[in-house]
């Protein structure tokens, strides 16, 4: 991604044109601080690294004949359009440092700092999701967020382009979040908990309170009818099964096979320090395949946390499967 840059810029320096699903390919003075500053492409393979970057407000500086002040704003509240960017940028590096992934839960805004929460909430049908905004942009018209790919399919309107939102900000994000502080702040979200409190709550779930102040502290959830039961694939275990307790349903998330053991390695390694890891090699007809899968996971709220986990991280074919045959293929 072109730092700074997104939609309607012009590299009038370059003479490259950006172009994504909300450009309206105006040409930018030459004064503006940011034409011609490339970003370079994340060349490693495997998903971008999470986190990385700094934090940072900036100064105020210029695109398209418009003036932006990037600065402090805890009461930011409010209402506009918003759009969404994708392929054209992924895997590029943003306005903060960080790499963009479109399968993350990102996005950019022309003034708030970097990288911090917002909660975004689609006017037109109630979706609502906390994103990680460590981007510039946009800078086309009165919009005023730009989404990450999967942000707008959160969101429920990739497929119209563009929404009316709400986004209120929540407060900074840790610099280098490996993605499960993401994934706690949505909980909160899913919990009722109050934009100002959600940070320090997911920070007291995460373990960084002692149980009683988590008791304590915690909000209860205002639901007004029964979440949806997640939908699982039950399978029979084989070999590597064996871990799991014979009188326990247990639960699994499916990361993927891969035929190379490298970008298997690199997928274990990705969730170890997190979640319990089967990393299995099987006899395949063209040589090994190797098996990666997060658990056993007992709790239901705990996969689902997984998958999330996988699915964000950039596998999104990861899938939940739930085993109940475990005594049976044991014996």
């Known amino acids: 991604m072109f730092s700074f840059l997104r939609k309607s810029v012009v590299l009038i320096a370059m003479g490259v044109a950006l172009a994504s699903c909300s450009s309206s390919g105006k040409q930018q003075a030459k004064q503006d601080p ?60 943003t306005s903060n440092g960080e790499w963009f992934d479109m399968t993350r839960l990102t996005a950019a805004h022309p003034t708030l700092p970097l990288p911090s929460y917002a909660k975004v909430t689609n006017l037109e049908n109630g979706r609502e999701v906390v994103v990680r905004i460590n981007d510039r942009g946009p800078f086309v018209g009165t919009r005023i967020i730009d989404l990450s790919k999967r942000s707008a399919e959160a969101l429920d309107f990739k497929h119209k382009g563009k929404a009316e939102v709400r ?117 395949g007809a063209s040589g090994p395949v190797y098996r990666v899968r997060l658990g056993p996971i007992s709790s239901t709220a705990d996969a689902e946390t997984a998958l999330i986990d996988a699915q964000s991280a950039g596998y999104g074919d990861a899938r939940l499967i739930r085993n109940e045959a475990v005594q049976a293929a044991l014996e």
Do not use: C
Not at 43 to 48: A, I, Q, T
Not at 61 to 66: D, I, K, L, S
Not at 199 to 211: C, V
């Open 167 to 283: 986004v209120q900000f929540i407060g900074r994000a840790p610099l280098n979040d490996d993605g499960s502080h993401l994934v706690a702040m949505n909980k909160e979200l899913d919990r009722g908990t109050p934009v100002r409190k959600m940070i320090a709550s997911a920070d007291r779930r995460k373990g960084k309170a002692p149980a009683a102040e988590i008791a304590a502290a915690t909000p209860k959830p205002k639901k007004t009818t029964a979440p949806p039961q997640p939908k699982f694939e039950t399978v029979s275990y084989e070999a590597e099964a064996e871990q799991a307790p014979a009188s326990e349903v247990t639960y699994f998330v499916q990361i993927g096979s891969f035929s190379d053991g490298e970008n298997a390695a690199r997928a274990r390694d990705r969730f170890a320090s997190v979640w319990p890891v089967q990393f299995i090699e099987l006899s």
């Open 34 to 93: 940011f034409a011609g500053t490339g970003s370079p492409h994340y060349s490693g393979k495997g998903p971008v690294p999470w986190g990385g970057g700094r934090n940072h407000v900036g100064k105020p500086y210029q695109v398209a004949g418009r003036w932006y002040e990037p600065k402090e704003q805890p009461n930011y509240d409010k209402k506009g359009m918003a759009s969404w960017y994708g392929e054209a940028f992924n895997r590029r590096k």
